[in-house]
């Protein structure tokens, strides 16, 4: 990823168009507004009127009218993910909204505070727990009065770090957040991977089987089992049954691509300490996954029991995430897009988050069948890292191509494309990061000052 010449505007002396200075000054104030004007536009160009509007309404409905003001515990701005349920600053939601968000001229200061949320909580977190829980991020800094959710989520705060500096330049961003992060992946291998070979289960603090699958996608066939027990070697008479009994390829493979991202973080900052220790982490994982979870008959990477190494014998959205994490051999993503192009994938709208011919699958139900764009985009990174372009595109421009016709949505049926969930989602801003990415080959959009073809 390019550093954008544009992004020089913020601080060079340029003149912004009424209608960006207006927007600019909206989201400094951490306010929502409906942008009518179409002057945003003029930062992006494409071919397609139709991919225009598109990536107009993105920037409008799931990035900027997300954005809230200060509201206790939260002392900074924030992102809220849409619709009644979502009030409080998710870790997965927020990460793809920051990633564009940090494309806006001016918005550096709105990201670190946004950042400065989940630091501030991890303070709160500490005053309170023992050793072992100490560092930890929950799923969501709920609004007050909500109570405190003891669990944590998809860990990809240091992803979304990298994307944001790639975009944006920002070193203070990297002095603020580098050794935090650390510390909650610190906390992440010592809660989750609780047997200590390089796979990370799902858990919570307060004991309830729901609250641990929230840590992941919560309804996936392959935690049906799941069982909460209590710390396999720790014998303290003070903890609880916290302990998922299931090591599941999403979290894993997540925590794979967030340590990545520290990694090179930690390179670019010089802190070769940092990096080599991240590394260890990174080889320690990958080879126990290829090791643990690889199914050659199923061609994809399985979740298995935590204590016998069983492997669960259902593929489910998870277990195509090992692809965005560069988990697997050359010759085990060649198998993996093998088994994603065909029916049981490859559904009207692909990718479901269950194999269609799974017994429980069903078109429209949450996370056993139904189709969300920010896994979509991820696998199709994947997907594409590994040189299967077509195949990625194939998924990318039919995802577009969906959200053109139904709108954008949480996530879809895989059937019929009918949009299912909170309308303008904020995860559903990865229909432009697709693009931007250059995964379709159909429908396309540039920033401006990008040469075509980047």
Not at 78 to 104: A, E, R
Not at 116 to 137: C, G, V
Not at 162 to 181: P, S
Request: charged share 25%.
């Amino acid at each position: 990823m390019k550093r954008r010449k544009f992004l020089k505007i913020a601080g060079g002396g340029i003149t912004l168009s009424p209608c960006l200075e207006q927007l600019l000054i909206a989201v400094g104030a951490g306010v929502s507004a409906d942008y009518r004007n179409p002057d945003i536009r003029s930062l992006f160009e494409s071919d397609s009127e139709e991919v225009l509007t598109l990536t107009e309404a993105v920037f409008r409905k799931c990035i900027l009218e997300k954005i809230m003001p200060p509201t206790p515990p939260l002392k900074n701005r924030w992102i809220v993910p849409g619709g009644s349920y979502y009030k409080g600053q998710w870790i997965w939601d927020t990460m793809f909204v920051v990633d564009l968000l940090s494309i806006l001229p001016g918005t550096g200061k709105l990201i670190r505070e946004i950042f400065q949320n989940y630091w501030d909580f991890q303070d709160r977190w500490n005053l309170k727990m023992p050793d072992y829980a100490q560092d930890m991020i929950t799923v969501a800094i709920k609004t007050e009065p909500q109570e405190v959710r003891q669990f944590s989520q998809i860990p990809i705060l240091a992803w979304g770090v990298e994307r944001v500096y790639h975009r944006n330049g920002d070193k203070q961003l990297l002095k603020e957040c580098l050794g935090r992060l650390e510390r909650f992946h610190d906390w992440y291998w010592r809660e989750r991977d609780v047997r200590d070979i390089g796979l990370v289960t799902v858990g919570s603090y307060s004991g309830k089987l729901q609250h641990a699958r929230w840590e992941t996608f919560d309804y996936e066939c392959n935690m049906d089992g799941l069982k909460l027990t209590a710390h396999p070697t720790r014998k303290d008479p003070n903890e609880g049954a916290w302990y998922g009994d299931i090591c599941v390829t999403g979290n894993t493979s997540y925590l794979i691509m967030g340590e990545r991202s520290l990694a090179r973080l930690a390179e670019i900052v010089g802190d070769k300490q940092m990096a080599a220790r991240r590394k260890l982490r990174i080889d320690k994982a990958v080879r126990a996954m290829r090791d643990y979870m690889w199914d050659e008959e199923a061609g994809t990477f399985l979740s298995v029991k935590r204590d016998t190494m069983e492997k669960i014998p259902v593929a489910t959205i998870g277990s195509w995430i090992p692809l965005t994490a560069g988990v697997p051999t050359e010759a085990m993503a060649g198998r993996m897009a093998e088994v994603l192009a065909s029916a049981a994938w490859m559904t009207p709208l692909p990718v479901p988050t269950v194999d269609r011919t799974h017994k429980l699958w069903k078109s429209g139900a949450f996370w056993r069948g139904d189709v969300w764009p920010p896994t979509n985009y991820q696998i199709a990174s994947g997907l594409s890292a590994y040189g299967h372009k077509n195949l990625a595109a194939d998924i990318t421009d039919k995802t577009i191509e969906n959200a053109m016709k139904n709108g954008i949505s949480e996530h879809y049926d895989s059937v019929s494309g009918k949009p299912l969930g909170v309308k303008d989602y904020c995860m559903s801003c990865t229909l432009v990061t697709m693009m931007l990415d250059g995964l379709t080959q159909k429908y396309k959009v540039r920033l401006r000052d990008e040469p075509r073809g980047q």
